[in-house]
């Protein structure tokens, strides 16, 4: 239960194990979503070209293995293979020869996508799907 003076929120957190329902109002007006869990990225990517989201919107989905992640950048290069991108200009440390992307959404803002690796008390990996200005990259 959010209190409704708290929207929209700035950041949200979701760990679960169930689906992530990405299509929620709450996730939609959210600027900044961590989501550990079950996530279709593709949906949430054909749904920010359909509809858009502003410049800066991030996205982190975090998964505990690298095979994980790895299906779900598959998924992503089934999909989006004629975006796939070096990022040159991009200064993050990407995970090696694994796909990366950008994909215009309007004439001013495109989705760089990409997966990271994280090591604190554990390792985890991270797929990162964020807003940028076509000027970015």
């Not at 957190?13 to 007006?29: A, C, F, N």
């Not at 800066?56 to 998924?75: D, H, R, S, V």
């Not at 991009?90 to 690796?117: C, D, E, H, Q």
């Amino acid at each position: 239960m959010i209190d409704s003076r708290s929207f929209p929120l700035k950041k949200l957190k979701l760990t679960q194990e169930e689906p992530i329902d990405v299509d929620h109002p709450v996730v939609h007006t959210t600027e900044d979503n961590i989501m550990r869990g079950n996530v279709d990225a593709v949906r949430i990517i054909k749904d920010w070209i359909r509809n858009g989201r502003k410049i800066g919107t991030e996205y982190l989905l975090c998964f505990p293995f690298n095979k994980w992640i790895q299906a779900m950048l598959k998924n992503l290069e089934g999909e989006f293979n004629e975006f796939q991108n070096n990022l040159e200009g991009i200064n993050v440390r990407f995970l090696n020869s694994w796909p990366r992307f950008s994909i215009p959404m309007s004439p001013a803002s495109k989705i760089i996508i990409y997966g990271t690796r994280i090591q604190k008390d554990q390792t985890f990996y991270q797929l990162v799907l964020k807003v940028v200005s076509t000027d970015e990259l």
